[in-house]
């Protein structure tokens, strides 16, 4: 048992997370599995999958390219077989983007970008929504970042998409409320983990700076002056899908120890 997860009980809920391969979507679909649910986990990285059975046997996995709508639906009629309906979706895929000056963005940099930020949602939700409504309500849980409330330099393209996914969560919420269906969505911040290692490094070399100047002047802007940790934020998506979140949609949750701005 992971004994930084919240003891809370979700005995036979049957949950979604994307990306559960690894990093923030492997620590919720753990959080979710030893709360007592039925976790079902995709990621694009065939290797994850099948390492995922090493770690949790009671998971299940599949190979998924959430960016790709026909790899959605494959997604959801396994779904579908299996529960005949779900409980709770976490979009959690996501990835870093380019770094660089916008000037130097390649167009295919952006639309990638933004397809698997954002688009992918989209697409979850899209087949997630009839299970949902099917089993009574539920909840969906969208993974933004604290680059969707701050303006982040160099970073443009991911910044946009993280925006965007507190508009397309705010925008499901409104309208799945009358269904029983929350929509939150959680903004980590700088979280303790190997794709925060890649954003600072890239940071570096685009700066000029070394690597840990630049580590600091990020969490130099953090109210807690530190990261946070992966099991932070499989607790709160807990929370939100627990009783204990039931009237809790809407919302655009930080869970970054404060970040007051990005580093420019």
């Not at 895929?93 to 992918?120: F, M, R």
């Not at 089993?135 to 970073?155: D, E, P, T």
């Not at 530190?226 to 807990?238: C, G, S």
Request: with cysteine; proline share 3%; glycine share 8%.
């Amino acid at each position: 048992m992971h004994t930084n997860f919240l003891p809370i009980q979700l005995n036979g809920l049957r949950v979604v997370v994307t990306a559960g391969g690894s990093g923030i979507g492997k620590s919720i679909a753990q959080a979710f599995s030893e709360a007592g649910a039925e976790v079902l986990i995709c990621d694009i990285s065939e290797s994850l999958v099948a390492q995922a059975h090493s770690y949790n046997s009671k998971l299940t996995s599949l190979v998924t390219d959430v960016s790709n709508p026909i790899d959605v639906k494959h997604l959801f009629d396994v779904v579908k077989k299996k529960w005949d309906g779900l409980d709770v979706l976490v979009n959690n895929a996501g990835i870093a983007g380019p770094t660089a000056l916008v000037e130097n963005i390649e167009s295919q940099d952006l639309e990638d970008t933004l397809k698997v930020n954002v688009s992918s949602q989209f697409y979850c939700a899209k087949h997630a929504v009839p299970l949902i409504k099917k089993s009574g309500g539920g909840s969906i849980i969208n993974l933004s970042s604290v680059a969707g409330r701050h303006g982040f330099a160099f970073r443009s393209p991911y910044s946009a998409a993280k925006w965007g996914v507190i508009g397309f969560s705010k925008s499901l919420a409104i309208e799945l409320g009358e269904s029983n269906i929350r929509v939150n969505a959680i903004l980590p911040g700088h979280v303790n983990s190997e794709r925060f290692r890649r954003v600072v490094k890239a940071k570096s070399e685009a700066i000029g700076l070394d690597f840990e100047t630049t580590k600091k002047q990020y969490l130099d802007l953090v109210s807690l002056k530190r990261n946070v940790e992966e099991h932070d934020i499989a607790n709160m998506a807990l929370f939100l899908a627990s009783t204990f979140g039931a009237n809790i949609t809407g919302q655009a949750i930080s869970v970054c120890g404060d970040v007051q701005m990005m580093p420019s």
